[in-house]
């Protein structure tokens, strides 16, 4: 499993552009080497008790997490550090992690139904987390899938990305381990607006907060989902950054990390790609070509023919104001104004701002 993270990013070659970390953002600190080492040595063990997996799936020498240039870190936020050794990568997931609500999360990846929909954990890994790794933080271990090239856009892979959701929204949830517990879609999105209480106060700030305030509640997690829609298996944070390629460079594209999997709108999922294309940061071929393989596909979030937009207006407008607010709190941390897609995510706040509060849906 690997992560490219949250995307942002401006129109090109009829796809979202990802703009690369390091040509818009001041450099952050390198992990925690105790970190990094602690998860490349979950890594290799993992690997070792992975008898009778794929070969691909192992780590050839077991030396290899004292070897810097074979620990390779995909990615260090505060919800999660990745690191990679060989073919395998150890997952530290963010402190305060529900362990119940995980162990279930990783049990459903594992599971027989989401075969070619999730990348499955290891099998030494499956239906459980190491608690003894990393102090505090729950570790996971997955073999590793090649993420979405950021480089070649026009190669993005939207219609597969759409195919997975139908998929994942239709699977049966009585025959899945369980409690299933929530998605965490509107949970991460309220965490992405206190986020902006810790940084100076400025008008970005203060325009994407009265955007917040005319979700419904549930969106904005302070209520449960009232429908009138099922709820369904979501994935709760979909990105092209969510997707790999397994076994490597040839395999299928699956998704992955599943910290805020769960029931819930299964529009929710949709709504990422439906904001970036109502903000003009996604082309409209790139969105008709998700909504049209997502619809061939039998998803249940949208009408088969029609307007999508009654079901997709409310998650869309979250979505947007969450990515907005993580950008602001970024742009004022780093030091920096913000950039194109940032702003043009703001403007989407502003006219957010500007329409009647929504109280249903």
């Known amino acids: 499993m690997t992560t490219t993270g949250e995307q942002t990013g401006t129109q090109a070659g009829g796809a979202l552009r990802a703009v690369p970390q390091t040509a818009r953002r001041t450099a952050r600190p390198p992990a925690d080497d105790a970190l990094v080492t602690a998860l490349a040595t979950a890594a290799a063990a993992a690997a070792r008790r992975s008898l009778g997996g794929d070969r691909q799936e192992r780590v050839a020498d077991p030396a290899a997490p004292t070897v810097p240039a074979a620990t390779t870190v995909l990615a260090d936020r505060p919800d999660g550090t990745v690191v990679r050794v060989g073919a395998v990568v150890a997952k530290a997931h963010a402190p305060g992690t529900d362990a119940a609500a995980l162990a279930v999360r990783i049990a459903v990846a594992a599971h027989p139904l989401l075969r070619g929909i999730l990348l499955a954990p290891l099998p030494a890994a499956a239906g459980h987390a190491d608690t003894s790794a990393v102090p505090g933080r729950p570790v996971t271990a997955w073999p590793y899938g090649v993420p979405v090239d950021r480089h070649d856009p026009a190669a993005a892979p939207w219609a597969e990305a759409a195919v997975l959701l139908a998929r994942l929204h239709t699977v049966p949830q009585g025959a899945l381990p369980g409690p299933l517990p929530p998605m965490r879609g509107p949970a991460k999105a309220a965490l992405a607006v206190a986020r902006l209480r810790g940084v100076a106060d400025s008008a970005a700030a203060r325009t994407v907060r009265r955007a917040w305030r005319r979700l419904p509640a549930w969106a904005r997690d302070e209520a449960p989902y009232p429908g009138p829609a099922p709820a369904a298996l979501c994935h709760g944070d979909l990105h092209l950054g969510q997707l790999v390629r397994h076994p490597a460079r040839d395999g299928d594209w699956l998704l992955i990390d599943v910290d805020d999997l769960g029931t819930g709108p299964a529009a929710w999922d949709l709504a990422r790609p439906a904001m970036w294309f109502a903000a003009g940061l996604?082309?409209?071929?790139?969105?008709?070509?998700?909504?049209?393989?997502?619809?061939?596909?039998?998803?249940?979030?949208?009408?088969?023919?029609?307007?999508?937009?009654?079901?997709?207006?409310?998650?869309?407008?979250?979505l947007a104001v969450q990515t907005a607010a993580?950008?602001?709190?970024?742009?004022?941390?780093?030091?920096?104004?913000?950039?194109?897609?940032e702003s043009e995510l703001v403007a989407t706040c502003a006219r957010i701002a500007q329409l009647e509060p929504t109280s249903r849906r």
């Open 282 to 318: 996604l082309a409209p071929e790139a969105w008709a070509r998700f909504l049209a393989a997502y619809r061939a596909a039998g998803g249940p979030a949208v009408p088969e023919t029609g307007d999508p937009w009654a079901q997709l207006d409310v998650p869309a407008r979250a």
């Open 326 to 341: 993580i950008g602001v709190a970024k742009a004022a941390r780093d030091g920096r104004d913000l950039d194109e897609a």
